[in-house]
């Protein structure tokens, strides 16, 4: 995503969470799944364009800076 490329990633774990709207989720253990969705952004450009743009949004919510920042008020909380 942060590159500006179309995303197909796991429908399972916490990748559905990480990606949100802005990639194809597929079964990861189904080739045709896999397939399909390749096919599909080789073939949809409107889809294609669509998920670049979510996925340059979805990325500005994950940074180190701010991973750092929500573990320092966390400790603070702590202390």
Not at 15 to 33: F, G, Q, T
Not at 46 to 55: A, D
């Amino acid at each position: 995503m942060k590159v500006g490329l179309p995303v197909i990633t796991s429908n399972i774990t916490a990748m559905p969470d990480v990606a949100d709207d802005a990639a194809l989720l597929i079964d990861p253990y189904d080739i045709k799944a896999m397939a399909h969705a390749m096919k599909r952004l080789l073939i949809d450009k409107t889809l294609r364009s669509e998920l670049v743009q979510k996925g340059k949004e979805r990325v500005k919510d994950f940074s180190w800076t701010r991973s750092a920042s929500q573990y320092m008020e966390l400790f603070e909380s702590l202390v």
